[in-house]
């Protein structure tokens, strides 16, 4: 194969990431707005109180198993943090993660996992629970402000190959967590994405290694990417959620680290869990959920969740914390489920 045609396989590879979050699916045509044309949400779609029972239960949903390998293993997360973090950025984020291993105060972080945990490999064996933090690397901007997709992998080759602390090689168990602070503009974010999961190119990388990326909208994009504790300007009359940790974008910031958690462990290599015909664009188990956060969740209703005493919101307990992260799509129930639904 000739050069040309390398690059641009290689090209196309790269804008086939799965890109599992786009936050305002319901409000506008994607083919009107790629067009450049303006189009004007509906008004009925926009009214938190408006929604009817609706958790995305659709027995038309074909969520198939494709053969490829889930993360049934002990799962080691390798967290990247790039840019400039805060230790308390780094603390309530760190125990989201531990969290989910860890039993705690119903309706809990490790509640919301067991309905990951449902999805299973060609064995029969379930997803495992057992997600530790391995390894962090700090990376103070190696590859600028300014990252482009192609650019996100080489910022993990980077993290594998420095002599001061390398991040280790883990293909079978490993999960790559690239995180990116405030001041860090990535290709297509917050204008098609918030995050992105895939694997590594042996070609950039050395390695096929599964890997999500997250950024940080508290700049950038809080009214995107940091929905419900931020609101667009359309959307008169909606007042944002109370973040439960304080910061709108980190707590923007966990529920999209949740939901490429959920498909990076379901869809590794892209050949596992996902419905549709199409390996390059596949809906796979967060993206049927987004916006749904409890019972009655749809169009731009997130769905009933709970209140704490000073007037944050969230749908789960951590281990120290709160949370607010997005339902799941059950392959038992057919439908989007959280463990803090009132109709269970």
Same mark, same amino acid.
């Given at each position: ?129 057992? +997600? ?117 974008? +980190? ?18 290599? +892209? ?74």
């Amino acid at each position: 194969m000739g050069a040309f045609a390398c690059v641009g396989l290689l090209f196309f590879i790269v804008l086939s990431s799965v890109e599992a979050w786009r936050p305002w699916p319901q409000y506008f045509n994607q083919t009107t707005t790629a067009l450049g044309l303006k189009q004007q949400p509906n008004k009925a779609d926009l009214q938190f109180g408006a929604s009817k029972k609706h958790e995305g239960s659709s027995p038309y949903v074909n969520m198939r198993y494709h053969m490829g390998p889930v993360l049934t293993s002990a799962i080691n997360v390798h967290t990247i943090w790039y840019g400039r973090w805060s230790k308390k950025e780094k603390r309530v984020i760190n125990e989201f993660l531990l969290s989910i291993s860890n039993n705690t105060k119903s309706p809990s972080v490790g509640q919301w996992w067991q309905t990951v945990q449902l999805y299973t490999d060609q064995t029969g064996a379930n997803i495992s629970r057992n +997600i530790v933090i391995a390894n962090e690397h700090e990376d103070y901007y190696s590859h600028g402000k300014i990252l482009s997709r192609l650019t996100v992998q080489e910022v993990i080759k980077n993290a594998i190959t420095t002599k001061s602390s390398p991040l280790p090689i883990d293909p079978k168990n490993g999960l790559y967590l690239l995180l990116t602070s405030s001041d860090v503009a990535v290709q297509d974010f917050c204008r098609a994405v918030c995050g992105f999961h895939y694997f590594t190119f042996p070609s950039i990388v050395g390695y096929t290694l599964p890997y999500a990326w997250v950024g940080h909208s508290g700049k950038q994009c809080p009214e995107v990417c940091a929905y419900p504790f931020a609101v667009p300007s359309y959307m008169t009359g909606m007042k944002a959620f109370k973040a439960p940790n304080g910061d709108v974008g +980190i707590d923007g910031m966990i529920s999209v680290i949740a939901h490429e958690l959920a498909e990076l462990s379901s869809n590794p290599l +892209i050949n596992a869990w996902y419905a549709g015909e199409d390996p390059t664009a596949p809906t796979e188990i967060a993206d049927l959920c987004e916006g749904l956060y409890g019972t009655g969740g749809g169009g731009s209703y997130t769905g009933q969740v709970l209140t704490d005493k000073f007037g944050a919101n969230y749908n789960v307990n951590g281990i120290r914390r709160r949370y607010l992260v997005q339902w799941i799509w059950s392959p038992i129930m057919n439908a989007c489920s959280g463990p803090n639904a009132l109709d269970s």
